[in-house]
Every structure is written in structure tokens, then in C-alpha cells.
């Protein structure tokens, strides 16, 4: 499966923006979906992560209230709402798939075997 994330930009401290990945290939409904970030100068991170169904989500304490994902499975899509924004938030944003279930494994990047070419946003003060 092939991933596009988009949706990045600037946008000022308490604004909102939705990424969106776009995935081609086969069986995307099939794939549990993660989003990761990586700030410059600093490590990727989890940020939240989707099964297959839409049935389990997984936050990243920080991010939990602020961000929501989902999925459209007939889209092939899999989205991140982010309200809310600090500074803090300013990073590329990778989305990942997952062939495998999840379990309480779902933050490691080693559970991702796809990964889309990330987008960035921007949150000025």
C-alpha cells in the first residue's frame, strides 16, 4: 500500500487543521492506521493510531482531547483532526500502516510496515 499524507500548513497557536492520508494499493480497509510526528532536531513520536474497523483508537496522553483520528474506509482515507494547536505541535506528520493487529504494541514505529512521505505543520506563537 502507498500512503500520501497532506493537510499541513501554518497556522497560529489554538487554530485547527485536518491532515488527511490517502492510501492506493490493495485491502486499506484491512490495515490499522497510525499518525507519527517528528520535530526537528528530535525523534519521531506516536501520536495516535486507528484499527482496521475504526473500532480502537489509541492517543498519546499530550495529544488525547485535542486530536481525533479517523477513517473512511470507502475513501481509503484516514484522517487527523488537530484542534487546539501549540507550538509545540510544529512537526512533519508521517501517517503509517499496520498489517498486523495492533495490541498494546501500538506506538512502537516497528508495528508499521507502510509509511507515507509526512507533512508539515506549522504553529506559530
Known amino acids: 500500500v502507498q500512503l500520501q499524507a497532506f493537510g499541513g500548513g501554518l497556522v497560529q497557536a489554538g487554530g485547527s487543521l485536518r491532515l488527511s492520508c490517502a492510501a492506493s494499493?490493495?485491502?486499506?480497509?484491512?490495515?490499522?492506521m497510525g499518525w507519527f510526528r517528528q520535530a526537528p532536531g528530535k525523534g519521531r513520536e506516536f501520536v495516535a493510531a486507528?484499527?482496521?474497523?475504526?473500532?480502537?483508537?489509541y492517543y498519546v496522553g499530550s495529544m488525547k482531547g485535542r486530536f481525533t483520528i479517523s477513517r473512511d474506509n470507502a475513501k481509503n482515507t484516514v484522517y487527523l483532526q488537530m484542534n487546539s494547536l501549540k507550538p509545540e505541535d510544529a512537526a512533519v506528520y508521517y501517517c503509517?500502516?499496520?498489517?498486523?493487529?495492533?495490541?498494546?504494541?501500538?506506538?512502537?514505529?516497528?508495528?508499521?510496515?507502510?509509511w507515507g512521505q509526512g507533512t508539515l505543520v506549522t504553529v506559530s506563537s
Open positions: 486507528i484499527s482496521w474497523n475504526g473500532g480502537n483508537l
Open positions: 494499493g490493495r485491502a486499506f480497509s484491512s490495515y490499522n
Open positions: 503509517a500502516a499496520a498489517p498486523d493487529r495492533l495490541g498494546t504494541y501500538y506506538d512502537r514505529e516497528d508495528k508499521y510496515r507502510y
